[in-house]
């Protein structure tokens, strides 16, 4: 087996490891944390100390994060999308992001925000809030189809029909939010 140099140092020699690999994570608070993950494979240079992650070893430490941070994982996502039988694209679409962004939350390349782990999770909990997505996002189209300015929340409001009905969903959201009901921990 050939030796590697090491890229950094230039001196020394990168030598397989194996085993825990520490790191940190930041918290929602953007505190810093250490994490340890298990059954991870890098490359360490003997001489300098510097590390090398592949592919692998990155998506097991990015999975770890997740999971501490009680982020939905990319299978759980991955799952999500084919269970409405929508193309990557169109999911992508149908959330207003683009589709390189939504497609390295499926493979893992990425973690979603807080954020957007919420809104994933609110349109999982309830078909009826990813109906009112899909009927503002074709409002949407078809408003800008006809080339004028983007409408205003009101107007896209305005074309759902019973409010009264999506507000008490908005208050059935922010109370499921509160007692923690969409968090897994």
Not at 70 to 99: C, N, V, Y
Request: proline share 3%; with cysteine.
């Amino acid at each position: 087996m050939r030796k590697l140099d090491c890229p950094e140092c230039k001196e020394g020699v990168l030598v397989e490891r194996t085993g825990e690999y520490e790191t940190t994570y930041r918290d929602r608070n953007e505190r810093s944390h250490p994490l340890r993950v298990p059954g991870v494979t890098w490359l360490e240079c003997e001489k300098c100390g510097d590390v090398t992650l592949d592919e692998r070893a990155m998506s097991n430490i990015e999975a770890a994060r997740r999971e501490v941070l009680g982020l939905l994982s990319p299978d759980k996502i991955r799952a999500f999308r084919a269970s409405l039988q929508k193309t990557q694209g169109a999911m992508s679409a149908l959330l207003g992001i683009g589709e390189k962004t939504y497609t390295r939350w499926e493979s893992g390349a990425f973690i979603q925000s807080e954020a957007f782990d919420r809104y994933l999770r609110l349109l999982m909990e309830n078909e009826e809030n990813l109906v009112l997505l899909q009927r503002i996002a074709i409002v949407k189209k078809e408003k800008l189809g006809l080339g004028s300015a983007v409408p205003s929340k009101r107007a896209i409001f305005d074309q759902l029909g019973d409010l009264a009905r999506f507000e008490e969903q908005g208050r059935v959201f922010v109370d499921l939010l509160v007692r923690g009901a969409l968090y897994v921990h």
